[in-house]
């Protein structure tokens, strides 16, 4: 493996904004702007602090989220070490961490699932706009397996507290979000109120966007537009004299947005329902939780004058209790789940053929606990058994059933060697049932431009995890970092075959045809990599503080026949400056990607380019801290970018140089 030590910088000078969502996550701006505050993971059963987990978890903030911009929540995590966005399109770009991305990496909203097709294809967009969020957690380790063998790479749940799950300080609270972008004359609007009336909290949140086609350094990257609006209300009975409290929201989404690499678009839509209900027990039991989804999702592809090719369905619900155990001897903390998923799938139109209608149930039952050996050391473990059934009719045309039950594990160690000084090794070993396409896929799908086909008898991948990790908080320094490696058996891959095929699979040999052939093989492979992210207080006073960040990242993966795993991300490196205070936060970043030459069979090298942004946010009224001014440069060096990620990357540019102008009012 090369020796590419990676780093590149964080977005710097961010505030923490009140997000009447959660009213226990107020701050007090009364205190120094540059003081810490503790940061809870509340993807981990007993919501843990980022800094007491064996595995480095991440979160990132409202604040952070507006500055990303962009329409899906892939961009808002692009700063985070170890995830890079897949970036088919504006409205279709799922996070990918340490290279896995789709069916490895559990994309959650509040804890349920998104319930989409986004594992489809790489074409179809993920239901959840970056402005309905109020945070963004990622977490790994033994804590992702209460939520499935999908999360090998690790958990993203975003989090908008549609159902609120604490009672609000203030009786009403509103926040109010609007933005321009010129790289693409973008508006933006979206708000939120959030009330309190007895035992009742109430939520209510909606937004708009209108994107229209993203200028390039090299021109307008056609039907690259992006149109959408949604939103939700909920609320939660919180019973008197107690913690318990039940909840619900209604939450419907809506966009329309362009293939780049084609002439298609997409008119995407879905209405769900969550409930997320907490009852407090007694005794040596100390709560059950009980989260439910049930989710009628559906998109369009469709031509320029409308007319449509396919219509893709998906109903889902999914439910998800766990009983929560106080302290029992020498266990600090014990949770016990069970798990039950429901999926119907189907295709109508010119894709049809591409997968036919399918099914699939998953019931899982699961454990996760944490030791105390010492103070000094501490220790996670999860355990995880699932029974996946899955149905569907392969290119054979018999329909076909497939049962797998897969079993999982994880331990994880923390230990704190000084103080601000912790080092962490988790290892765990999980088995993952095939995906719906990688089954039984059988034809051509116009959207990645690709016709493929599954195998039905392909057996379950395992994943065999190490990773160590560090963590050093001194002074006006901290650093985090992690090495890790992954151990595939029988990894699920879609292999290119150098053919291309007509919409009727007659395929032959070179690029004469319009869709390339893809199939879905399986053979050991080895992914492994660091990531890390440092920072250095330059200088603090009661005035601000100045500081410096480094952050970095790489990731390497083969298969087992010496080929290079497709589309993994390069190297990046990089570095920034930034001024934090109650007036004025400022900052910028360079970011340098490397060139991606370790690419897959019949795939092409992608270029190196520079990410340079820049911010500076401004609270101009001493008596509102909650108005804020905001400008954000983005890709201010005009660079060509392509991602290495990207299924369609030697026909779609990312966007050129970007100022982004942001309001932000909130009055709680």
């Not at 890079?84 to 490895?104: K, L, W």
């Not at 989260?291 to 998906?314: L, R, W």
């Not at 060509?640 to 009055?667: C, E, I, W």
Request: negative net charge.
């Amino acid at each position: 493996m090369k020796a590419k030590l990676l780093a590149s910088t964080l977005l710097v000078g961010s505030i923490t904004v009140a997000t009447g969502a959660r009213a226990a996550d107020k701050p007090d701006t009364s205190t120094d702007a540059a003081t810490p505050q503790q940061i809870i993971v509340t993807a981990t059963p007993f919501h843990s602090s980022i800094d007491d987990t064996p595995a480095i978890p991440a979160k990132v903030d409202a604040e952070e989220i507006r500055r990303a911009g962009g329409a899906s929540i892939a961009e808002a995590l692009r700063d985070v070490p170890g995830i890079s966005a897949s970036g088919f399109a504006e409205g279709a770009s799922r996070p990918i961490i340490r290279g896995m991305d789709a069916n490895r990496v559990r994309l959650l909203e509040d804890g349920t699932s998104i319930s989409d097709v986004s594992d489809i294809g790489p074409d179809h967009g993920t239901p959840i706009d970056p402005l309905s969020a109020q945070s963004i957690e990622v977490v790994r380790g033994a804590a992702a397996l209460r939520y499935g063998s999908q999360a090998i790479g690790g958990v993203v749940n975003v989090l908008n507290d549609r159902v609120p799950m604490q009672r609000f300080s203030d009786p009403l609270g509103v926040e109010i979000n609007d933005s321009y972008t010129t790289v693409n004359d973008s508006r933006e609007a979206s708000g939120l109120i959030n009330g309190q009336v007895g035992n009742f909290a109430l939520h209510a949140d909606g937004y708009y966007r209108h994107a229209d086609d993203y200028d390039t350094p090299l021109g307008t990257q056609a039907n690259s537009f992006f149109h959408g609006w949604g939103g939700a209300l909920g609320g939660s009975y919180f019973i008197p004299d107690s913690n318990s409290h039940l909840g619900i929201a209604v939450t419907h989404y809506d966009a329309q947005y362009g293939i780049p690499s084609d002439t298609t678009f997409i008119d995407m839509r879905q209405t769900k329902i969550m409930t997320r209900d907490v009852i407090e027990l007694g005794g040596a039991l100390k709560s059950f939780n009980l989260d439910g989804s049930y989710a009628d999702y559906q998109h369009q592809e469709k031509n320029p004058d409308g007319s449509v090719n396919t219509t893709f369905k998906n109903k889902e619900y999914d439910f998800h209790g766990e009983l929560l155990i106080n302290p029992i001897g020498f266990i600090s903390n014990l949770a016990l789940g069970a798990e039950y998923q429901h999926r119907d799938f189907s295709a109508i139109g010119e894709d049809a053929s591409y997968l036919e209608p399918a099914t699939s149930d998953n019931i899982a039952g699961y454990l996760f606990s944490e030791i105390d050996v010492a103070p000094k050391f501490h220790l996670e473990a999860s355990g995880r058994v699932e029974n996946v059934h899955i149905t569907g009719t392969p290119l054979s045309d018999v329909f076909t059933s497939r049962d797998y039950t897969p079993v999982s594990g994880a331990l994880g160690a923390l230990y704190t060697v000084t103080p601000g000084v912790k080092i962490g090794l988790t290892g765990s070993t999980t088995g993952r049932a095939p995906a719906l396409t990688e089954l039984f896929a059988r034809g051509g799908h116009d959207g990645p431009q690709t016709y493929e086909t599954g195998d039905p008898n392909l057996k379950m991948e395992r994943a065999n995890s190490l990773e160590l990790s560090l963590r050093v908080n001194k002074g006006p320094f901290s650093f985090e970092g992690s090495l890790y490696s992954t151990w595939f058996n029988n990894y699920i891959y879609g292999d290119l075959t150098g053919r291309t095929c007509d919409d009727g699979g007659n395929c032959v040999v070179g690029d004469s045809e319009e869709l390339r052939e893809v199939f879905y093989l399986q053979q050991g492979a080895h992914f492994r990599g660091v990531e890390g992210q440092a920072s250095l207080d330059l200088y603090k006073s009661d005035s601000g503080t100045l500081k410096a960040n480094v952050l970095g990242d790489y990731t390497r993966a083969t298969l087992d026949d010496g080929n290079n795993v497709p589309r993994i991300p390069p190297y990046r490196i990089g570095g920034g400056l930034g001024w934090k205070s109650k007036p004025v936060d400022a900052g910028f970043t360079l970011i340098h990607y490397g060139r991606q030459d370790d690419y897959g069979v019949f795939d092409t090298p992608t270029a190196s380019y520079n990410e340079l942004s820049a911010h500076i946010t401004v609270r101009p009224f001493k008596a509102y801290p909650g108005i804020e001014l905001s400008v954000v440069g983005q890709n201010l060096t005009d660079d060509v970018q392509r991602y290495a990620t990207a299924f369609n990357k030697d026909l779609v540019m990312q966007p050129g140089r970007s100022v982004r102008f942001v309001l932000h009012v909130a009055t709680f």
